[in-house]
């Protein structure tokens, strides 16, 4: 097979995993056929440039003539991408597995399929079984936020909603997640003077700090807010939890700021407050 071939539907096709990730799914077909894997994708899509890109942006004209190689229904290719994530969500989109389940990663002989919920950000549990996940490096660490257990599952089901389901409340959850990752300001200073480690959320869960503090972690940043799996349900509490209390709750955290990253909360919390009340006035706000 060469990238000059014509191309044809493969003599011999793999059935999909369920949750499969496309690349994933192409990449073992390429080892089935030995050739690397992004060969085999430009062999029917010369002018894709990754198979990152193809996980996240196919056109329609892609989608069915990948579909049409591949002997599968260009919806049930569809699905196996992030091509019907919104925008707002691709920063929860890890590069590469963070997380697994149990019960639901398949085994066995062969390249080990990767699923779509691995890379998923936002997730605390299976999609497929609602099991807790696991982080990928198999390291055993309990989350030191059980008493936000339930608020974080909330948290997941927003972002879940949103991503996966087109669905908000009165503002995307995925920029709440974002705005909680900016930097803060405590008072008095801490004697290390190690400002860079507090984040907003710490001011809705006080607990973080510590956390943070006890375990030298780095978290993420607003642009990538995709944190360990242990660390996950802060993040996501505190997006349930100002998602619920409403815009006001934005307003009150940029007292936790001061200078140029004031202003840049004040800009983006402003703006979101503005496209809720456009929503609510036309009538478009979904409840959940």
């Known amino acids: 097979m060469t990238e000059n071939t014509p191309p044809r539907q493969l003599p011999v096709w793999l059935p999909p995993y369920t949750d499969e990730l496309l690349s994933s799914w192409i990449s073992r077909h390429a080892a089935f056929y030995v050739v690397p894997p992004l060969v085999m994708l430009r062999h029917f899509l010369p002018e894709v440039s990754s198979l990152r890109s193809a996980d996240l942006h196919l056109s329609s004209d892609q989608e069915i003539r990948l579909a049409s190689m591949f002997a599968i229904e260009p919806a049930v290719l569809r699905r196996m991408t992030f091509i019907d994530v919104p925008k707002s969500s691709h920063r929860l989109l890890a590069a590469r597995p963070a997380q697994f389940c149990t019960s639901c990663s398949p085994g066995g002989p062969g390249p080990s399929p990767v699923l779509r919920s691995q890379l998923l950000g936002w997730r605390i549990t299976c999609p497929l079984c609602g099991d807790l996940l696991r982080a990928e490096n198999r390291r055993e660490l309990p989350s030191p936020f059980p008493q ?8 997941e089901k927003l972002l879940d909603d949103e991503a996966e389901r087109g669905i908000r409340t009165w503002t995307s959850p995925a920029e709440i ?6 930097r803060r300001v405590i008072w008095p200073l801490p004697r290390e003077h190690e400002l860079w480690r507090y984040r907003v959320l710490g001011a809705i869960v006080p607990d973080l700090d510590h956390v943070v503090a006890a375990e030298q972690v780095n978290l993420p940043t607003p642009a990538k807010p995709i944190l360990p799996l242990h660390l996950r349900p802060a993040l996501l509490a505190g997006v349930a939890i100002v ?7 934005l307003r009150m955290l940029r007292g936790h700021m001061m200078g140029d990253n004031k ?3 004040t800009d983006a919390a402003e703006n979101m407050i ?15």
């Open 274 to 288: 503005a496209r809720a009340g456009k929503l609510r006035a036309s009538g478009q706000m979904q409840l959940i």
């Open 148 to 155: 936000y257990r339930v608020a974080a599952l909330r948290g």
């Open 243 to 249: 998602e619920r209390a409403g815009p006001e709750m």
């Open 177 to 182: 997640a974002r705005l909680l990752l900016m």
């Open 263 to 265: 202003v840049r909360f």
